[in-house]
């Protein structure tokens, strides 16, 4: 049987037995929701080129916020090692996106600038973002959106300190989260 033709047959015997969504356990369901939210944004078209590789957009992005980083710095905004920011800051070299320069003060620091073909990219990604914030929160108050926001982030932090009990992984994705008209 087909997966649609599945669902066909669950909701058929629900309605046969004149049972609701809720007493089936599906109303306030996390997992639920959450895998249902998963899978409309899976499915979303996306509208937003993607020129680079998450990881480069995010570093493009850091670096535009505070310009002249340090490796040091970079890897613990990242939470990366240090050797996997090496291997980005080549990558974004390489793009013609970023330089490194020597600390003036001290010789042993090697500083990160973005070029001015980064600092457009990252300005485009930024906007990108934005577009997407403003889209997937159009359907919420302020309110809210903290609200989901909120809710989201204890979540999240439940399951990761709940896999790192379990020896899972260690750091988690920090995100901030926004809301309609957060500036």
Do not use: W
């Not at 570093?59 to 990242?78: P, W």
Request: with cysteine; glycine share 6%; charged share 35%.
């Amino acid at each position: 049987l087909t997966i649609k033709t599945q669902k066909r047959n669950i909701k058929q015997i629900i309605e046969r037995r004149n049972l609701s969504m809720d007493t089936m356990g599906y109303k306030n369901n996390v997992i639920k929701s959450a895998f249902g939210l998963a899978r409309s944004l899976k499915r979303r078209p996306h509208d937003r080129e993607h020129r680079f590789p998450p990881s480069v957009e995010r570093t493009l992005v850091i670096i535009n916020e505070a310009d002249g980083l340090s490796s040091r710095d970079l890897s613990e905004a990242l939470d990366i090692r240090p050797s996997s920011v090496s291997e980005l800051v080549d990558r974004l070299s390489g793009a013609g996106l970023a330089v490194r320069k020597d600390d003036e003060q001290d010789k042993r620091l090697t500083r990160i600038y973005l070029t001015e073909t980064g600092k457009e990219e990252a300005d485009r990604i930024i906007a990108g973002r934005q577009q997407l914030i403003d889209e997937f929160s159009e359907c919420f108050t302020k309110e809210e959106a903290a609200r989901f926001c909120e809710l989201a982030d204890k979540l999240s932090a439940h399951l990761q300190s709940r896999s790192e009990d379990a020896g899972g992984f260690e750091n988690g994705p920090e995100r901030e989260c926004h809301g309609p008209n957060d500036e």
